[in-house]
């Protein structure tokens, strides 16, 4: 039999990261956030406007005054690159695995 503040402990602990996934959490983003910046300022920007402010390609395409063919073309490349260069980049990343008793 389970008391209802162990229930609460427990359905807190399995809301929260463990402090290592956090961590490599924010690494992730850092390292993401890295191979953005190679990216050409063109594709970063069509990018931020479709994952950062949720934008359809026609409006992307009013903004960056192109087509919305040329916007779906330009995200297309970047996350294929961004793909690539992650998966080139990823090789070398050491997965932390805790120890569990």
Do not use: W
Request: a neutral charge; hydrophobic letters at 35%.
């Amino acid at each position: 039999m389970m008391y209802l503040d162990e229930e609460i402990i427990e359905s807190q602990e399995n809301a929260q990261p463990m402090p290592y996934a956090r961590i490599e959490q924010q690494e992730a983003v850092g390292f993401l956030t890295r191979i953005l910046a190679t990216l050409p300022p063109r594709q970063q920007e069509v990018l931020q406007l479709k994952f950062q402010n949720h934008m359809s390609y026609q409006q992307i395409a009013g903004i960056t005054k192109t087509s919305a063919n040329c916007v779906g073309v330009l995200i297309h490349t970047a996350l294929k690159t961004l793909r690539q260069r992650y998966r080139e980049a990823s090789k070398d990343f050491v997965s932390f695995n805790p120890r569990t008793n």
